[in-house]
Structure formats: C-alpha cells, structure tokens
C-alpha cells in the first residue's frame, strides 16, 4: 500500500447529469458480470433505465459519510479507492464495480472514499432497483451471489496473508502444550475442532500443519502428530 497525495479537486459542472449510454459504455456493461446472464433484448431494457453520472477529476464519488446504497459500475475513466490515510487500496476501471458493502446493510459509514482520478463516468443500481432485476432475472442474482462469494475468498486470502505467520505459533503453542512425555500429540474431535478453538480457517490450520512438518518439528499421522525430539523441549 502507498499514499496517494497527488489529487487535484476540479470543479465539474456535468455532476450529476443525465445522458445517453454511447455504444463504447453499453460494451462495458455486456461484459459486466452483472449482466451476462441476460439474453441482448433482456440487456437494452435494463440498460434503458440506466442514468449515467459524471465526476470531474478530484472529485469524490464516495465518501464514509456521503454514499449511496447503490452498485456503481465504472463506465469510463478510473477513480482510486482510498482510506482516511490518502493510502491507496485499488483503482477502479472501466468495467470495476463497487459500493457493494453499502447494499442492503444498515451502516451509517461507507468503508472507503472513492475518489475520480481524470473525468470518470458510472451508473448506479439501487439496492430497490437491484431487488426488482433479481425477481425479474433471477439468474442475475446468482451471478450476484457468485461475485460477493468471490470476494469473500479474496478478502479470506488477505487475512490469511496477515495472519499466516501468528497461527503457525499459535498451532505450535498448542501442540507443545498437549504433548506427552513422548511428544505425541491426539487431536480429540479432528483438525476441524482444532481449527474452531484456535480461530482459524481449517484451510490456515492445514497450512501450518504443513509448514510445520516441512520445518521438521512434527510428523503428522492422521490426528496423532507427533512432536520431533529436538524440539520437545522447546
């Protein structure tokens, strides 16, 4: 992560108008996950009642305190998603949808500011408007579903990668601790009942379990590890 320091606040008379989608925009959205699953007359009706919105460059589009409940979908342009920090997470572009963590939820505080990094153009589906397309096409809503359940795996992947190190010392903590005087360890109940009184994913347990082993500490044997005598005593 960096800091982004280098936005520039230009006044943009077009917020907030209304205008056509051009051929280029309706492009971006045939590709959007969103819309795939829709036959081409399906996708022009949809499209129809969408209104393009235009952010001047500098300009927020989200803020933690002024958002809409809306999916934006970027059409044009490219707009950086920032914490309070000015720290850069991401750049939204063409075809980049966001906002999902203000749907449907009752929060008073949107996760991120967003913020148009040259002239950037979107639309906006509201939480209402997305509820009617998901009776109308419900295979839209699976399509829905089946984003949110990828980036639910991202977001698992990350805390992995910030938590990886601790619960391979909180794995071998506990090992050590349920050692017998042979170093054998019994995992009454399975790995998956480990996993749940240490906090962590099975899929994180497995990983220091693994490393552990490569490392040379334990030798595993079903839910039988048992400790390595040169680190019994340690």
Known sequence: LQPYNNIESVPNETHGGIMNLTKAQQAVLNDCFLFQSLTEPERKSVFQTLDVQS?????SIYTQHEFRRSLGIILEGEAAVLKESNTLLNLLRPGSCFGAAALFAPTKEYVTNIVARKTTKAVFLSDEELTRLFRAYPDMALSYITFLSGRIQFLNR????????????AVWR???AHGDAEG???VEGG?????R????????????LTQLEADGRIVKD???IMIQEDWRTL
């Open 158 to 169: 990350k805390i992995d990668s910030f938590t990886t190190n601790s619960a391979e010392d």
């Open 184 to 186: 054998v360890v019994t």
């Open 174 to 176: 506990w090992l050590a």
């Open 55 to 59: 952010f001047g460059r500098g300009e």
């Open 222 to 224: 079903g839910i039988r």
């Open 197 to 208: 009184e240490l906090s962590i994913g099975r899929a994180t347990l497995y990983r220091s």
């Open 191 to 195: 790995l998956a009942r480990l996993a």
